[in-house]
Structures are given as structure tokens and as C-alpha cells.
């Protein structure tokens, strides 16, 4: 906290901070509720029934304990950056061994912890960004911990923070294991090795047991619903099934791949492959020193790309089924810095101004789904007040039961900008009517449309419905079909097929 608080390290957190503000700022534009937000701004709804207590807690304290959580955004977005941009700037300080590292160490170091594109999925959210920043925040804390304090009191703060970490949002954990190895290799290079080896130890140990606390006692207390549960249930590791851990790393691979199209591909994938032999060359030169710490050492540089990549999955690596969404790649900043460093070293600091052409490109393409964001929501809404209307036409009242089929129609622009930039379709908000899912339930209701929950019972009296002798109303994007209290909504995207 003293650090935090001297002037030198005042102006460099303002200094991140702006740039992290500049990078959320076509999200705030946009202004528009995103997925989740859709429920927690009409029902308040927390976040006590899927583990993430202190993410409640927080929101809770923020509007004063009102019976529901309030939308406050952008406050916590703008709170949540600054939070990280305190712990950027330790970063930094600690990877360069610098009180007063320069703006390019802490754009290298400080600024891929929010500025990365997978995150801005993360920003998006108007009610989770701020709990999602701060798992990102105290993961870095956790990983950077002085060296100086004792080994208890960094164990019992490291494994204070990593419970709030899973508190606030589980992947978090991934960003603390992916740092926790570039802090523990950047020790080890300043001639700390057995501060270095000591403190890796504490982290390992403080998470170990962090984990099992979460998984024993927080998990079974909280983790309520079926669509949670189903989230939270483990592979069989007694089975060794490593077809379905590959499987989880194929498809995190298969996510990160989206940024590789046309222009950014050779950028990318260059960066990344000169980061790697200069990870090789590490591993060369310590297994020159024919000790058994430098050689383990270099054993883990050769693997430190292949490492960080698997961590992209983290804690994610062994569960049975996983969401595999921009979110959870919160890792993926460790990736950048790791890039990053290599140009900060040795013989590529002459080019050190290379790693910055990527920065420039992660925001445009912040910009760039701001905009579509905008668009997005302004089509969508377009199209549910035309559902709405038409319902009412047809004589929908409250306490009808209402059933949705297909998936909406896509802004002939948000497809422009999709296939332009692909990375843009995976950060897109999901649609609202969609298969029958939540989402088009929720956002009818916010239309003034009141849908009851369905029965077992409503749910077969509907397929009856589903018959072009009870249609009642028809336009290019979608039809109506009623029968007494039953209404179905079918969308006749060429995608979506009417359900017999």
C-alpha cells in the first residue's frame, strides 16, 4: 500500500488507467446490456447460486444493500480499471526491478492485463465487469507479493486472495498461474534463485489449498441450479481421460485462433515464434550451468509457450463442460507479456518498438465492436419491439403462454463486420431469441411483454401449436401461430427450421 501511495507510482497508474479507460471507451458508448445484464437489470439477480459470493457481496455494498443489485454502470467498470491498473504497475515494477519503470515497460507489462481483445468480452458486461475485474486485479496482486515479507504472511495473503479470486470469477485463477511462472523466471534471471524457488513454493502451496477450500466448502454451498451444477462438474481424473482434456485444449486453441485472419496472422504468429526461441536460447543457457535448479530452470523455458497456451484453460482444463467463450481467456494477457519481454531483453531491445503494432490493432478492433455493439442492439431491438407489437395485435395477455423457435435475423452491418474481423462474431452478444432460450424471455419481458414460466405440461400443449393451420401472423423475418392461450413465435432465418 505505501508503494501505491508515492507519487512516482500515483502517475503511473494514472497513466495506465487512461489507457485502459480509452480501451473500454467504445463499450461505454455503446451503452447496451449485454446477455446476463438482461436479468440482473430486470430481476436484480445475483450471483449467489454459481460460487462467485464475493462478486454479490461487493455489488451489494456498492448500492447500499438493496434488496436487488443496481445498474451502476460505468462506475464499476471505471472502478475495476483502476484497481488493475494498481496492479499492473506493480507488475511492472516488479518485472523490470524498477520503482520507476518507464511508459514503454509499463505498455508492455501494465497495459495487455485489460488491453487484450478477449477481455473486452469482460468489460462488456454493464453488472459482472467489475468483479470480473477485480479477479483479475488480486490474481495479479497475488502473484506479485513482495519478496521481502515472510514466507506465513505471503502464504496466508496469497491464499487470501486467491479465495477471492474464485470468489469473484473463477478464470481469474488462470491469470495468477500464467504470471506466478513469468514472476517466478523473472526472479530467477535477477540472481534471486532461492527467494525465487522459495516463493514459487509459497504460491503453489497457498493455491493448493485455496483450490480445495473452494472446491469442499464453497462450491457445495453455493452452487445451486441445474444449469450450474452442469457447469461445475468435473472430469474423472481416477480414468486419466485424456481425450477429453485434449479436447478442451483443442477448442481454447481453436478460440484464440479467430485473431489469426489475413493482415494479423504472420504479425501474431511472428511475435509469438520469436518469443519462443528466445524462451529456447533461456533454456540453452541454463542447462549450460549443469546445475539441477538451472537445469530445472531451463526445462521450464522450453515448456513456458506450450504452458502458458494450456493455462488459457486453467482451472477450465478439467471440468466435464465447459462454456468455451472470449471471458475465460483472461490468461491471454500473460501470453502478450510473455511476447513482450522478449523485446525488452537482450539482443531484440532495439526493436522494442514492435510489440506496439499489436497493441494498435487490439483497439481497432475496441473500436471497431463498439460500434457494432451499437448496432447490434439498436437491430435487435428493432426487431423485438416488432415481436411485441405483433403479439399484442394477435391478442397476447398475461398469463398466455408464449414459446420462441428459431433465432433472430443478424444487422446485414454486424455481418459486414463479422466477416471482416471474425474475432467480432465470437465477442457479439448472444441473440436474444434464440431456441427458445432465456435470453428472448427476458428481453420480452423488458418490452412490457409478460411471459410465465413454462410446465412440463405448457411444454407439450405447445407442439400442437407448432401447425400452419393455427398461423396467424406472418411477415419476412418471422411467424406467429396461436392456439387458445398458446403463442409461438417461429424465425425464419434459413438457419433455423420449424420444430414438428
Not at 481453436?254 to 485473431?259: D, E, G, P
Amino acid at each position: 500500500m505505501e508503494i501505491l501511495l508515492r507519487k512516482q507510482t500515483r502517475d503511473r497508474i494514472l497513466f495506465v488507467f487512461i489507457f485502459y479507460i480509452l480501451f473500454t471507451l467504445p463499450i461505454l458508448l455503446a451503452n447496451v446490456y449485454y446477455n446476463d445484464d438482461h436479468g440482473r437489470s430486470l430481476y436484480g439477480s445475483t450471483w449467489s447460486k454459481n460460487g462467485r459470493i464475493f462478486s454479490t457481496v461487493l455489488m451489494n455494498l456498492l448500492d447500499l444493500r438493496v434488496r436487488n443489485i443496481l445498474d451502476l454502470s460505468p462506475l464499476g467498470q471505471i472502478i475495476g480499471l483502476l484497481v488493475l491498473a494498481c496492479a499492473a504497475v506493480l507488475l511492472t515494477q516488479r518485472l523490470t526491478r524498477s520503482q520507476r519503470p518507464g511508459w514503454f515497460a509499463l505498455s508492455m507489462c501494465g497495459f495487455p492485463l485489460a488491453i487484450q481483445p478477449f477481455f473486452l468480452q469482460n468489460l462488456s458486461y454493464k453488472f459482472d465487469a467489475l468483479p470480473m475485474l477485480m479477479a483479475q486485479a488480486l490474481a495479479v496482486f497475488a502473484a506479485v507479493l513482495p519478496l521481502s515479507w515472510s514466507c506465513r504472511k505471503r502464504f496466508v495473503i496469497c491464499f487470501a486472495l486467491l479465495v477471492g479470486v474464485m470468489g469473484f470469477y473463477q478464470t481469474g485463477v488462470n491469470t495468477y498461474l500464467a504470471l506466478a511462472i513469468l514472476v517466478f523466471l523473472s526472479d530467477y534471471e535477477y540472481g534471486e534463485t532461492a527467494k525465487a524457488w522459495g516463493d514459487i513454493g509459497i504460491k503453489i502451496s497457498s493455491f493448493l489449498v485455496a483450490a480445495v477450500l473452494y472446491k469442499d466448502l464453497i462450491i457445495p454451498a453455493t452452487i445451486h441450479g441445474q444449469f450450474e451444477r452442469h457447469l461445475a462438474v468435473t472430469l474423472d481424473l481416477k480414468t486419466l481421460p485424456f481425450h477429453e482434456l485434449g479436447e478442451n485444449i483443442y477448442n481454447i486453441l481453436a478460440l484464440t485462433s479467430v485473431m489469426l485472419t489475413q493482415g494479423a496472422k504472420p504479425l501474431l504468429l511472428g511475435l509469438f515464434g520469436v518469443a519462443v526461441f528466445c524462451s529456447l536460447l533461456n533454456a540453452v543457457k541454463y542447462f549450460r550451468q549443469k546445475t539441477i535448479s538451472d537445469f530445472s530452470v531451463g526445462i521450464l523455458y522450453c515448456a513456458l509457450p506450450i504452458v502458458l497456451l494450456t493455462l488459457l484453460s486453467g482451472m477450465l482444463l478439467i471440468l466435464k463442460n465447459v462454456e468455451y467463450v472470449p471471458r475465460i481467456l483472461t490468461s491471454f494477457s500473460a501470453c502478450i507479456i510473455f511476447v513482450n519481454l522478449a523485446f525488452m531483453r537482450g539482443f531484440l531491445r532495439k526493436l522494442g518498438w514492435v510489440p506496439l503494432i499489436p497493441l494498435v490493432y487490439y483497439f481497432v478492433i475496441s473500436f471497431s465492436y463498439g460500434n457494432m455493439l451499437a448496432e447490434n442492439s439498436r437491430f435487435e431491438l428493432f426487431h423485438v419491439q416488432r415481436v411485441s407489437s405483433a403479439l399484442m395485435d394477435m391478442g397476447y395477455q398475461g398469463g398466455d403462454n408464449l414459446f420462441l423457435y428459431g433465432e433472430e435475423p443478424l444487422s446485414p452491418i454486424v455481418k459486414n463486420a463479422i466477416q471482416a474481423m471474425p474475432i467480432l462474431g465470437k465477442l457479439k452478444p448472444d441473440p436474444a431469441i434464440h431456441d427458445d432460450e432465456y435470453f428472448g424471455y427476458t428481453i420480452l419481458r423488458s418490452r412490457g411483454i409478460e411471459v410465465p414460466d413454462h410446465t412440463s405440461q405448457a411444454w407439450l400443449q405447445a407442439k400442437e401449436c407448432l401447425n400452419p393451420s393455427y398461423k396467424v401472423y406472418e411477415t419476412a423475418d418471422f411467424m406467429i401461430f396461436r392456439k387458445d392461450h398458446f403463442f409461438c413465435v417461429q424465425e425464419k432465418n434459413k438457419s433455423s427450421e420449424l420444430k414438428e
